[in-house]
C-alpha cells in the first residue's frame, strides 16, 4: 500500500475505452504472449495521444476488464491459466510500468494472474501502478461465476494475504484508489468494505453490455458512488475481438461518476478517451465531513447488520481449497446453493 500525505486538489481522470484482442485462438502461451504484447505497445500509443489531447494534468487512466487476453471460452483451469494468465512480477506489468512511468500517471487495468501459493489456480486481479511503474494495488475478484475467487479458497488466503489483502486500499497523491472488478459493482459489501478503510475513487475495469436503456450496472455505479461518497472511473471495452461472441456484444458506456452520483462524462461504443473528467478531492473531502441528510456514509450503523451476515450462509467458501476441480464446480454449487436456500425457505 503506498502512502502519500501530499495530496493534489483536483486532476483528471481518464476511462479509456479500447478493445480488447483475445488471445483464445493462440495455439500457446509464446503466441499468446505475444499477442499481449501487441495490446500493451497499442495502449502506449493511445495513453500517450490521449493524454496530449486531454492535458498533461490526466494523472488517473483506467483500463477495461480483459483488456490484455479477453476472458476465457472452454478452456480448463490450467490450459488458462498456462496460456493467459501473467505472474506477479511478469513482463507484462514491467512493460505497462514504463508507461506509468513514462507520463508520471497511475495506471488501473484488470488481468488473469497466477500466483505461487496456489498452484493450478488463478484470479482476476484488478491493479494500479504508480508513476514509479510499482504496482501500488492488487484486488483479487471476490465474486465470479466461472473463475476462482480468494473467497474459494478463503482460509488459505486469510493466512497468505489477510484482511487488509483482501480489501485494499491505495492512500496515494491523488487520493485512496480503490478497485472493483466487472460485475462487482452489483454487490455493495464490496465496496462498502474499501469506503469502510477510506476509498474515495473506485476504479472500475469491465465489460458490459451498453445500453441506451439505464442497465442495472450503470444503476449500481452511481449507486455505489453515492451511499460512499466516492468518484466512480469505469472503463469499458470497445468490443471484444478474435472469439465467436460478435465483437460489439461489450462495447461502449464508459464514464465517471463524482460522489454526488452526477455523470461527470460518458462515451459511446468504439474506441474512445471522451470519458474523462476532473477529480476533485476538496470537494469529495468537504462533503464527507459536511454534517447533513446527504453524507450517508457518516451515518452507516454497521451493527445493526453485523450479526444478520454473521448468522447467514449462502454460497459457501473454501471449495476449491482441497480439491482439483473443473469448470462445472462453479455452476454445480451454486445450484446447490439455490437448493439449500429455497429448502430453507430463505428463497
Request: charge should be negative; aromatic fraction near 8%; include cysteine.
Amino acid at each position: 500500500m503506498a502512502d502519500n500525505t501530499d495530496n493534489l486538489e483536483s486532476y483528471r481522470a481518464l476511462a479509456l475505452q479500447v478493445t480488447c484482442h483475445a488471445v483464445n485462438q493462440s495455439s500457446d502461451s509464446h503466441e499468446a504472449r505475444s499477442l499481449m504484447q501487441n495490446s500493451i505497445n497499442r495502449l502506449a500509443q493511445q495513453i500517450a495521444a490521449s493524454i496530449a489531447f486531454i492535458g498533461f494534468d490526466c494523472r488517473l487512466i483506467v483500463l477495461p476488464e480483459y483488456f490484455l487476453t479477453g476472458f476465457p471460452m472452454g478452456d480448463t483451469l490450467t490450459g488458462w491459466a498456462e496460456k493467459a494468465c501473467i505472474e506477479m512480477a511478469g513482463a507484462e506489468y514491467e512493460a505497462l510500468g514504463k508507461i506509468a512511468q513514462k507520463h508520471k500517471i497511475f495506471l488501473a487495468g484488470n488481468a488473469y494472474e497466477v500466483d505461487p501459493n496456489f498452484p493450478g489456480l488463478y484470479f482476476q486481479t484488478c491493479f494500479i501502478l504508480d508513476p514509479s511503474g510499482s504496482i501500488v494495488l492488487r484486488y483479487r475478484r471476490l465474486n465470479s461465476l466461472f473463475a476462482p475467487t480468494p473467497h474459494d479458497v478463503w482460509d488459505k488466503y486469510l493466512d497468505c494475504y489477510g484482511l487488509e489483502g483482501v480489501f485494499p486500499v491505495a492512500k496515494t497523491e491523488i487520493g485512496n484508489l480503490a478497485a472493483l472488478a466487472s460485475e462487482e459493482i452489483l454487490y455493495p459489501e464490496v465496496a462498502r468494505c474499501l469506503a469502510m478503510r477510506g476509498a474515495e475513487i473506485f476504479v472500475h475495469s469491465t465489460s458490459e453490455v451498453y445500453n441506451k436503456n439505464l442497465t442495472p450496472k450503470d444503476a449500481a455505479k452511481i449507486t455505489r458512488a453515492i451511499e460512499n461518497l466516492a468518484y466512480v472511473v469505469s472503463a469499458n471495452t470497445a468490443g471484444i475481438a478474435n472469439i465467436a461472441i460478435p465483437i460489439a456484444s461489450a462495447d461502449g458506456g464508459s464514464k465517471i461518476i463524482d460522489h454526488r452520483g452526477i455523470v461527470l462524462a460518458e462515451t459511446g461504443a468504439g474506441e474512445s478517451m471522451a470519458a474523462f473528467a476532473e477529480i476533485d478531492l476538496a470537494a469529495l473531502r468537504r462533503d464527507r465531513r459536511r454534517p447533513g441528510l446527504n453524507n450517508l456514509l457518516s451515518r452507516q450503523r454497521f451493527e445493526l447488520y453485523a450479526e444478520s451476515y454473521r448468522q447467514s450462509h449462502f454460497y459457501p467458501a473454501n471449495t476449491m481449497l482441497e480439491t482439483e476441480v473443473d469448470r462445472k464446480h462453479f455452476l454445480q454449487t451454486q445450484q446447490a446453493t439455490i437448493e439449500r436456500l429455497s429448502n430453507l425457505g430463505i428463497i
